[in-house]
């Protein structure tokens, strides 16, 4: 389990993700603990307000008029197709942009639209190609009531092919046998309650990992299908 | 092709004044009210243009991220909260994290027609850049602690952060170890954070 509480090693990585030398799949890490950590949202604002005024020796430079014509018609168009603004609008706001960019929105605007207990563990699961994919996340599960996990897909148009169904996995630490937590939709943001006899394992999770599997699920309770996403998990409370 | 025209000074505005007035037309753009949204273009593209042609050192490339910007900036301009940043920081941040995150997609290594920039000017110890940092009244402290690096840390810190060199860029274009410039790095933002917030105190 990484570890992402040392406060030196917190304070160092949020420096390096501000100043751009943070990259590749560490930088996709990063961004993506940004949106469940509160903390290291504040730790890294604190780095953007010193460094910013640095982009004050960039000069200003005068766009072509292309530019602004270009967002005038990309938000024209976007209010007339607009039904219900908040929810239609912004998937399809999404669609045209990356998830990266949401997530890092998500770090100055501290995403709290519901009050809930802050997520005590995440797992980030990449797809084949390291892209991050899904993320699942969880309170401490001996404060919820009714214990559940949230799941984020990341992908920007996922797809499932007819006749299958996405089965999520618990992963043990060790050489455990995967646990099956149960079958999700592609939808953007889920929310699954789990049995009290997972939910009370899940804080000793390794990690998470999705596969695909008959329609129904897996037949046999452990993956049969292929895996398509997986991660680690990392305690963040 | 084209340089950058010769350091401009940025015009000055009262800080304070400016960021209220950001802060402001924002929130009309919230409201989806596109004339306040235009002002918001105007007064601050230029920045965010010179910011992303320094990181992305292509015309082309600075555009379409300056369009999709403002295209989410439009669509999350009611998620800017006041209390947790500058307007201009925040709205600087997602500039440059967009081009950052435009360097990575791997189609974009292959070097096409390169925006011409010159790096050399943070390599010595003369105060040309600072000079103009300490000009402007909210950069003043920054300016005063970058001076107090070692040339070696300023320069590294300002190749990355303001032209989006990675560490492997650093260390190709100073000729050194990437261990080295690594360290450079790190100490040079550790000592920067320790003059800072000396100055706060």
């Known amino acids: ?237 | 092709m084209n340089r950058l025209p010769p350091d401009a000074l940025p015009p000055s505005r009262a800080p304070d004044a400016l960021a209220a007035q950001l802060a402001g037309l924002l929130a009309q753009a919230a409201l989806k009210n596109q004339r306040a949204f235009a002002h918001l273009y105007e007064l601050t593209a230029p920045k965010l243009y010179g910011v992303a042609l320094r990181i992305l050192r292509r015309q082309d490339w600075a555009e379409e991220v300056l369009q999709e910007c403002y295209v989410n900036i439009w669509n999350h301009a009611g998620d800017y909260a006041v209390q947790k940043s500058a307007p201009l920081t925040w709205l600087t941040s997602i500039v440059r994290h967009r081009c950052l995150d435009w360097l990575r997609r791997p189609q974009q290594e292959a070097t096409g027609e390169q925006y011409d920039i010159a790096v050399e000017a943070w390599q010595d110890d003369s105060p040309g850049p600072l000079e103009q940092l300490m000009a402007s009244s909210e950069a003043a402290a920054l300016a005063r602690c970058l001076r107090q690096l070692e040339a070696k840390q300023r320069q590294s810190i300002m190749l990355a952060f303001f032209h989006g060199l990675s560490h492997s860029e650093l260390a190709g274009h100073m000729k050194q170890p990437l261990g080295t410039v690594k360290t450079w790095v790190r100490r040079g933002l550790e000592r920067l954070k320790g003059c800072l917030s000396m100055g706060e105190a």
């Open chain 1, 1 to 237: 389990m990484a570890s992402y509480r040392n406060p030196e090693l917190r304070d160092k990585l949020a420096a390096e993700y501000v100043v751009g030398t943070l990259r590749g799949r560490a930088r996709s890490r990063f961004q993506a603990l940004l949106h469940y950590d509160p903390d290291l949202r504040r730790i890294v604002a604190e780095w953007e307000a010193r460094l910013t005024p640095l982009t004050a020796a960039a000069g200003e430079i005068a766009p072509p008029a292309r530019v602004w014509q270009a967002v005038v018609r990309r938000i024209a168009g976007a209010a007339r197709g607009a039904g219900s603004r908040t929810g239609l609008a912004f998937w399809r706001g999404l669609a045209v942009t990356s998830t990266a960019f949401v997530l890092i929105l998500a770090a100055f605007i501290g995403v709290a639209p519901r009050p809930e207990p802050l997520m005590a563990m995440v797992a980030v699961m990449n797809d084949d190609k390291g892209q991050p994919a899904m993320v699942v996340s969880w309170p401490q599960m001996k404060a919820a009531r009714e214990p559940y996990v949230r799941i984020k897909v990341l992908q920007e148009h996922p797809s499932m092919a007819p006749g299958t169904a996405w089965e999520l996995w618990m992963l043990p630490p060790g050489k455990g046998a995967p646990v099956s937590m149960g079958l999700i939709s592609t939808d953007a943001h889920q929310v699954m309650e789990l049995k009290p006899a997972l939910a009370h394992r899940m804080e000793g999770a390794w990690g998470v990992a999705m596969s695909v599997e008959p329609k129904g699920g897996s037949p046999t309770g452990t993956p049969t299908g292929p895996v398509i996403f997986k991660g680690q998990c990392v305690k963040i409370l």
